[in-house]
């Protein structure tokens, strides 16, 4: 069965205090591993696409990295604004649709 | 160009009610995903349409339909309302239906059932 396990549930950081979250998952024939940020009543928002292991993507202070087992997102010195709730999710190759199969998140709090 | 939008934004209702949540994709998106989140959980897939045809449904029971009109919106339907099906409801457009194509998320919709 697909399954996704994030670790950390929950990361306090101060400001500057790099650190990584961990993205742990088995599934049948990985088409791509996403990874989103949520803010507090809002929908998920996309950050990268990682599609086959030693790929990585970077975006400002965020690098994700991928292996055959897991997935971990560095955030490199964090800002406040970095808080949120960080989501991964995989998507299998079995069936034909957008079944994202989803971990339950890392809730992210930088302090400033 | 707008993002996905769903309305309404909040929605109380009481058990055994139906309720309707809409959702209208980026212009040119022709995929719609309709997801249910749970405080603290991760999104639960429910159902994608893609041309106004059902590609694909999550583990929900009969009493959650959906379809998708000419213009690419959706509507999500819920009858016979129970406590359990407070939620926020997201809706996610692509613009095609590859199986690697990131999604765009709506703010979603927040129903409450008393």
């Known amino acids: 069965e697909d399954q996704v396990t994030q670790s950390p549930e929950a990361l306090r950081l101060q400001e500057g205090e790099s650190s990584s979250l961990n993205c742990s998952y088995t599934v049948s024939g990985l088409r791509g591993l996403f990874w989103y940020r949520q803010d507090p009543g809002k929908g998920p928002e996309f950050l990268f696409t990682l599609y086959s292991a030693g790929e990585e993507k970077e975006k400002e202070r965020l690098k994700a990295t991928l292996t055959k087992k897991e997935s971990f997102l560095h955030i490199t010195a964090p800002k406040p604004e970095d808080s949120a709730t960080y989501l991964c999710?995989?998507?299998?190759?079995?069936?034909?649709?957008?079944?994202?199969?989803w971990g339950l998140g890392t809730s992210l709090a930088v302090n400033p | 160009d707008a993002g996905v939008t769903q309305s309404p934004t909040h929605l109380i209702k009481t058990r055994g009610q139906h309720v309707t949540l809409r959702c209208s994709p980026i212009?040119?998106?022709?995929?719609v995903s309709w997801y249910q989140q749970v405080l603290g959980q991760g999104p639960q897939f429910i159902f994608q349409y893609y041309e106004k045809e059902e590609r694909g449904r999550g583990n929900f029971p009969d009493r959650f339909s959906a379809r998708q009109f000419p213009n690419y919106s959706s509507e999500l339907n819920v009858n016979a309302l129970l406590l359990g099906d407070s939620a926020l409801y997201l809706c996610?457009?692509?613009?095609?239906?590859?199986?690697?194509?990131?999604?765009?998320f709506g703010s979603g919709t927040q129903l409450s059932v008393l």
């Open positions: 212009s040119g998106h022709k995929s």
């Open positions: 999710a995989v998507q299998g190759s079995a069936g034909n649709n957008r079944k994202l199969i």
């Open positions: 996610a457009s692509s613009a095609e239906s590859r199986l690697d194509e990131k999604l765009f």
